[in-house]
């Protein structure tokens, strides 16, 4: 069952004009000052986004209090699709947008990303610890 915040932010993304970017499978990112932080997957972008942003609010886990915080320094948090899954069945879908994800994060090097899919198989992965301090201070002095 879906937060009802969620459920908020999903009607607010719809009343926007801006629900129809989100409605599909594919990748999405969130960006600080248009750079792009965080990459993630998702078969139903425009509820991640929602998760996304009422995380953001809450601080309900460390990207997000990082996140928070940039705000409240100025900085502008903003999400963006970067790949529409072309797929057509759940099951291809899941393995198009799970190798695309692990391109882009390997791409990218998002800061806020602890899960790097590894090349040669993106089921498996890297895990990089988030320092918070360390992380504000390089998206804040650049």
Request: hydrophobic fraction near 35%; aromatic fraction near 10%; glycine fraction near 6%.
């Amino acid at each position: 069952m879906r937060e009802r915040y969620v459920d908020n932010v999903c009607k607010m993304l719809r009343r926007k004009g801006l629900a129809s970017k989100y409605e599909s499978p594919g990748i999405y990112c969130i960006k600080l000052n248009e750079r792009v932080v965080y990459i993630g997957k998702s078969q139903n972008m425009l509820e991640r986004v929602a998760q996304h942003f009422v995380g953001v609010r809450r601080g309900s886990e460390r990207k997000y209090r990082i996140l928070a915080e940039a705000q409240r320094k100025g900085q502008t948090v903003g999400f963006d699709v970067l790949y529409y899954a072309k797929s057509k069945t759940k099951k291809d879908i899941l393995n198009e947008i799970g190798e695309k994800e692990g391109e882009f994060i390997r791409a990218y090097r998002p800061i806020l990303n602890t899960q790097i899919p590894k090349e040669e198989n993106w089921h498996k992965w890297n895990v990089e610890e988030v320092n918070a301090r360390e992380v504000l201070k390089l998206l804040l002095d650049e």
